[in-house]
C-alpha cells in the first residue's frame, strides 16, 4: 500500500493569513501515460464527512473557493489556503487514488 | 444534488456479521459513470477504503479486509450494501458511503453520505 504522511499534524494560523499543509507519498502517484497526478485533498469539519476540494493534485472542485489551491508533482505535494477564513477551521487529508487500495494521509488540523 | 445515507445497527457484538446499507437519492445508481465505494474512519486507523462496487456488480476490496467483505447493489432500489463478518473491537468505526468521481477505484469521492456509527462490543 501507499503510505501517505502529512505534515504538521496541526497549525495555527491567523484570519488572513496564509497555511500550508505538505503530503509526501511512499512512492510517486504521477502516471507517466496522462501525466496526472492522482492526488486529492479533502476537509472534514467536525460532525460532518469529509468534503473534496482539490484532485489531480491542483484541479479545485466546483464551488471550492479559490483561496484553495494544491501544488506539487510526484510523491510531494501542498495545500494552500491563502487567505484562513474561520469557516475553514477543519482536518484537512490527502488522498492518492494512484493505486488500489486508495489511502489517505493521517489529517491536518488547522485552528485561527 | 445527490444525497447518500447509510442506515443499519449502531451495535454489532463481536464475532457476527455488520450489515450496512446506502441509500441514494436524487441520481442513479445505474450511472456507467461511477463507482460507488464504502469508507470507515476510526480514531486509531483514520481514513481507511472498505471497497466499491459497479451497477454491473463488479467489487473491488481492500486486501487488509478482503476475505471478511461484501459488497453488493440493488439497482431497483437505488441502494448498495456492505457486509463485514467476523468483527471485532478494531472494527468499531463511523462508516460512510461515497461516490467515486469516475468509474474507477483511481477517482476521488466527490459525494458522502453523513456517516453512520458502529460500535462492536458484546
Known amino acids: 500500500d501507499i503510505v501517505m504522511t502529512q505534515s504538521p499534524d496541526s497549525l495555527a494560523v491567523s484570519l488572513g493569513e496564509r497555511a500550508t499543509i505538505n503530503c509526501k507519498s511512499s512512492q510517486s502517484v504521477l502516471y507517466s501515460s496522462n501525466s496526472q497526478n492522482y492526488l486529492a485533498w479533502y476537509q472534514q469539519k467536525p460532525g460532518q464527512p469529509p468534503k473534496l476540494l482539490i484532485y489531480w493534485a491542483s484541479t479545485r472542485e466546483s464551488g471550492v473557493p479559490d483561496r484553495f489551491s494544491g501544488s506539487g508533482s510526484g510523491a510531494d505535494f501542498t495545500l494552500t489556503i491563502s487567505s484562513l477564513q474561520a469557516e475553514d477551521v477543519a482536518v484537512y487529508y490527502c488522498?492518492?487514488?494512484?493505486?488500489?487500495?486508495?489511502?489517505f494521509g493521517g489529517g491536518t488540523k488547522v485552528e485561527i | 444534488h445527490l444525497q447518500m445515507q447509510e442506515s443499519g445497527p449502531g451495535l454489532v457484538k463481536p464475532s457476527e456479521t455488520l450489515s450496512l446499507t446506502c441509500t441514494v437519492s436524487?441520481?442513479?445508481?445505474?450511472?456507467?459513470?461511477?463507482?460507488w465505494g464504502w469508507v470507515r474512519q476510526s480514531p486509531g486507523k483514520g481514513l481507511e477504503w472498505i471497497g466499491n462496487?459497479?451497477?454491473?456488480?463488479?467489487?473491488f476490496r481492500n486486501p487488509s479486509l478482503k476475505s471478511r467483505v461484501t459488497i453488493s447493489v440493488d439497482t431497483s432500489k437505488n441502494q448498495f450494501y456492505l457486509r463485514l463478518s467476523a468483527v471485532t473491537a478494531a472494527d468499531t468505526a463511523m462508516y460512510y458511503c461515497?461516490?467515486?468521481?469516475?468509474?474507477?477505484?483511481?477517482?476521488?469521492?466527490?459525494?458522502w453520505g453523513q456517516g453512520t456509527l458502529v460500535t462492536v462490543s458484546s
Open positions: 436524487d441520481g442513479s445508481i445505474s450511472s456507467s459513470h461511477h463507482h
Open positions: 488522498q492518492q487514488y494512484y493505486s488500489t487500495p486508495p489511502t
Open positions: 461515497a461516490r467515486h468521481k469516475e468509474a474507477a477505484t483511481g477517482s476521488p469521492f466527490d459525494y
Open positions: 462496487i459497479y451497477y454491473g456488480g463488479r467489487t
